[in-house]
């Protein structure tokens, strides 16, 4: 069953109901409806869907613009819709970092496989965040575990391996990580 939180962004009242009716019949949650550019990424912003549907020309603020805020701030995957097929249009998705660019009027046979690989596309990103974040706190764990080591071997005169010794005895005696017991070092 599908599980993506889906944003609707078209001016069309008509042609963003059928989208809802559309998506809810097979599953998808539409956690919220825009009928222009700049509601978009305010939405976006607080309610941070899997996937926005975006129409290109829409008032207040073009969706080629709007789908390239959300992108960059990873507030969602967008799809473009489009009347228009032009190349330079596409192009300009291409450039904006969507996921997908369908002409209108949509099919259900086409949107469905488009919102799964955005889905896709987007949990891929996440996971690829997470993993960021774990590597700069590695990398921030080490750093702090180099100073201290040079301040164990400048204090008490140690070789480097005998202070790393040192804070990995700390380090299990105290039940503590590497990390933590080589900020109370520093901080001492």
Same mark, same amino acid.
């Given at each position: 069953? %599908? *599980? /993506?939180?889906?944003?609707?962004?078209?001016?069309?009242?008509?042609?963003?109901?059928?989208?809802?009716?559309?998506?809810?019949?097979? #599953?998808?949650?539409?956690? #919220?409806?825009? !009928?222009? #550019? $700049?509601?978009?990424?305010?939405?976006?912003?607080?309610?941070? %869907? *899997?996937?926005?549907?975006?129409?290109?020309?829409?008032?207040?603020?073009?969706?080629?613009?709007?789908?390239?805020?959300?992108?960059?701030? #990873? $507030?969602?995957?967008?799809?473009?819709?489009? /009347?228009? !097929?032009? =190349?330079?249009?596409?192009?300009?998705? =291409?450039?904006?970092?969507?996921?997908?660019?369908?002409?209108?009027?949509?099919?259900?046979?086409?949107?469905?496989? &488009?919102?799964?690989?955005?889905?896709?596309?987007?949990?891929?990103?996440?996971? @690829?965040?997470?993993?960021?974040? &774990? &590597?700069?706190?590695?990398?921030?764990?080490?750093?702090?575990?180099?100073?201290?080591?040079?301040? @164990?071997?400048?204090?008490?005169?140690?070789?480097?391996?005998?202070?790393? +010794?040192?804070?990995?005895?700390? !380090?299990?005696?105290? +039940?503590? *990580?590497?990390?933590?017991? !080589?900020?109370?070092? @520093?901080?001492?």
């Amino acid at each position: 069953m %599908p *599980t /993506a939180r889906i944003l609707l962004a078209e001016d069309e009242p008509i042609t963003r109901m059928d989208l809802a009716e559309m998506l809810t019949e097979t #599953g998808y949650e539409v956690v #919220g409806e825009a !009928s222009d #550019g $700049w509601e978009a990424v305010q939405m976006a912003s607080q309610l941070r %869907p *899997t996937v926005v549907l975006m129409d290109i020309k829409m008032p207040q603020v073009d969706g080629l613009v709007a789908a390239q805020k959300i992108v960059d701030r #990873g $507030w969602g995957t967008v799809i473009l819709l489009s /009347a228009y !097929s032009q =190349k330079d249009l596409v192009e300009k998705g =291409k450039k904006a970092g969507v996921a997908a660019y369908l002409v209108k009027p949509v099919r259900e046979a086409e949107l469905l496989p &488009a919102i799964e690989i955005a889905v896709a596309r987007q949990r891929h990103i996440e996971q @690829l965040e997470q993993e960021v974040l &774990a &590597a700069r706190a590695e990398v921030e764990s080490r750093k702090l575990i180099e100073r201290a080591k040079g301040t @164990l071997m400048r204090l008490h005169g140690l070789s480097e391996e005998a202070a790393y +010794r040192q804070i990995q005895r700390i !380090s299990m005696s105290r +039940r503590q *990580t590497l990390a933590e017991v !080589s900020r109370r070092i @520093l901080e001492q």
